[in-house]
């Protein structure tokens, strides 16, 4: 299991410094509305790659007050335990000035790319913003799916990251007309190849995780079952990828009128339905966030199966919306679940499902007892 011992912010949102110690698996951050218990959530969020539990720009993360610097900074100490042999290291990453848009992430002091981060630590969230996933755009239940593949393959990330920088340079090319054919078709090249990459990661997750999801071991939560809507995700379950991507760059290739790419992973959408088949778009909102409890259960369990440690789960008030029997089914399944759960509640009664195993503290507007 992979678990936070220590966490420290410094000028981050609500928080003007935070020295926090983490003894717990269970942590249970309980406060009234707007006491920062949420702002603690997406802290630990951004030791992982990407903009974190709320999307935020990073530059809005930084606590606005007279004295504050205009930069924020999240560290943490963690444990590894692996076969019974523990490493400790520390993750920190934060921008130093307002105006900065990129952040670096630090291992043991040193920058790593987002795939050594992302090899080092894995989080997947739930948060009430998440029960609008199913009725809103593709692309969040897109990010959805890439936090799940990025727990099994750390190098997801930055294959997502290489694609959309290739496809915004494809783009400004043809969009100023300042395209060299041969230039056009080595980014069209590069981006036929993260392309496949991506859809056969996530391809490989949804593999996996229905067949864990299929066990139904986390019933009453349903045995939920996912699908990838993405014609590239069509063509390889049919073809080899080396000849997805021919076909590819042929398209793109032949498609440099019209700026935005015309097959593109960031054009797939992720689709949940229950046993029933169900979809989740149509489903009452406890429903909803029962397919994505029973998801987020069973992508613990195959993380720890194939890597040997789970994601840590950061669930921002998992218990509302969810019937006595739900509530308590999850309050069950979290303690027996081999990985750190940090989790919110505005109510010390919402906690009750998960008896005396979790630690309570309790968050006042920045500071936490
Ligand atoms: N950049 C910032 N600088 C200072 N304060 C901020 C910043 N961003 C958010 N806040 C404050 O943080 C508080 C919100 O914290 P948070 O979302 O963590 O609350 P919460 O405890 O999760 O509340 P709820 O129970 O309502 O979800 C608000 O009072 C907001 O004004």
Sequence with gaps: MTRLTTLRLTDFRSYAALDLRIEARIVALQGPNGSGKTNLLEAISLLAPGRGLRGAKFAELARRAPAASGGWAVAATLAATLADETRRFTLGTGIETSGADRRKILLDGDPVTAAIAAANFACVWLTPQMDRLFTE???????????????????????????????????????????????????????????????????????????????????????????????????????????????????????????SAPVSPQRADLILTDAT????????????????????????????????????????????????????????????????????????????PLGSDATILNVTHGAIH
């Design 137 to 259: 755009g593709a692309s969040a239940r897109r990010r959805f799916l890439d936090r799940l593949t990025l727990a099994l393959a750390p190098g997801h990330a930055s294959e997502v990251a290489a694609f959309e920088a290739a496809a915004a340079n494809r783009n400004r090319q043809i969009e100023q007309h300042t395209a060299d054919p041969a230039w056009l078709a080595v980014i069209e090249d590069s981006m036929a190849r993260h392309a496949a990459a991506i859809t056969a990661a996530r391809l490989d997750l949804i593999a996996r995780l229905n067949k864990t999801l299929a066990l139904g071991s986390f019933a009453p939560f349903p045995a939920a079952q996912m699908t990838l809507d993405c014609p590239i995700a069509t063509r390889l379950a049919t073809e080899p990828a080396l000849a997805v991507e021919d076909w590819l760059r042929r398209l793109y290739a032949t498609n440099r009128i019209e700026p």
């Design 277 to 352: 088949g169900l979809a989740a778009a149509l489903a009452s909102t406890g429903q909803q966030r029962a397919m994505l409890v029973a998801t987020i259960l069973a992508h613990a369990t195959l993380v720890t199966t194939l890597r040997g440690t789970a994601p840590v789960l950061l669930l921002d008030e998992p218990f509302v919306h969810l019937d006595a029997t739900h509530r308590m089914a999850l309050g069950t399944a979290l303690t027996r679940l081999d990985a750190q759960i940090i989790c919110t509640a505005t109510d010390r009664d919402q906690l009750t």
